[in-house]
């Protein structure tokens, strides 16, 4: 884990292939960003609660180290016809696997038409754009899953002089224990919760049981063999 300089950078513009809309009167539609607990952030627009759901829970999918939205691809479709298709997220992995992430309601991705649409898309975009192709729907977001994200998102900004103590304090903590302890043990207290936070968002501690974090989760050190 790196500690970067507390000056804060203007995120990167947005990598879309197709311009979002900034507002709408039908539609969730907005921006957010990532990264900036690694440097930079990066702009990530969305266009439903849905897809900002589970953006946010591919972002701090362990492995994920990128994601970009709305990215091109023509494919063939029923009529024999090229079509075009804007994949909803793109995430590429630290051991380089791409996934195409077509984001719809579960009501909408059972139908037919839509399943058909996707197999296309699936045959299209290997080798090239994606290695895999996976639909995300509500049950995504099921587990625990969206509930941590939120917690790494909101903790994302690294703070230098935490992050260092309760880094070194990670060195002579093995654990398990509460949060709260190890934070005793850091000499940090509760000031500390966002800067342990980013230590299991990046695997040097772990919490095993999923869901909602809380000064009285159970964690321990992450110990490579």
Do not use: C
């Amino acid at each position: 884990m790196t500690y970067h300089s507390p000056i804060w950078l203007p995120p990167k513009p947005s990598r879309a292939e197709r311009k979002i809309p900034k507002k709408s009167s039908h539609h969730f539609v907005g921006e957010l960003t990532f990264g900036e607990e690694i440097g930079q952030g990066q702009v990530l627009t969305f266009e439903s609660f849905l897809e900002h759901n589970v953006a946010l829970v591919a972002i701090y999918t362990p492995g994920v180290i990128d994601i970009r939205e709305q990215v091109r691809v023509q494919f063939v479709n029923a009529n024999g016809r090229v079509g075009t298709h804007y994949i909803d997220f793109l995430t590429t992995e630290q051991g380089g696997r791409r996934t195409a992430i077509l984001v719809k309601p579960l009501f909408r991705a059972v139908k037919p038409n839509f399943r058909d649409m996707a197999a296309r898309v699936r045959a299209a975009i290997a080798p090239d754009i994606a290695d895999r192709l996976v639909i995300a729907t509500e049950r995504t977001l099921w587990g625990g899953k969206l509930e941590r994200a939120e917690q790494y998102h909101v903790s994302r900004f690294a703070q230098p002089a935490l992050d260092r103590r309760v880094r070194d304090a990670v060195e002579n903590f093995a654990g398990p224990s509460t949060i709260h302890d190890f934070l005793s043990f850091a000499e940090v207290g509760p000031d500390g919760f966002h800067a342990t936070l980013r230590l299991i968002r990046f695997g040097i501690l772990t919490a095993p049981i999923p869901g909602v974090l809380t000064m009285h989760s159970m964690i321990h050190r992450e110990v490579t063999p």
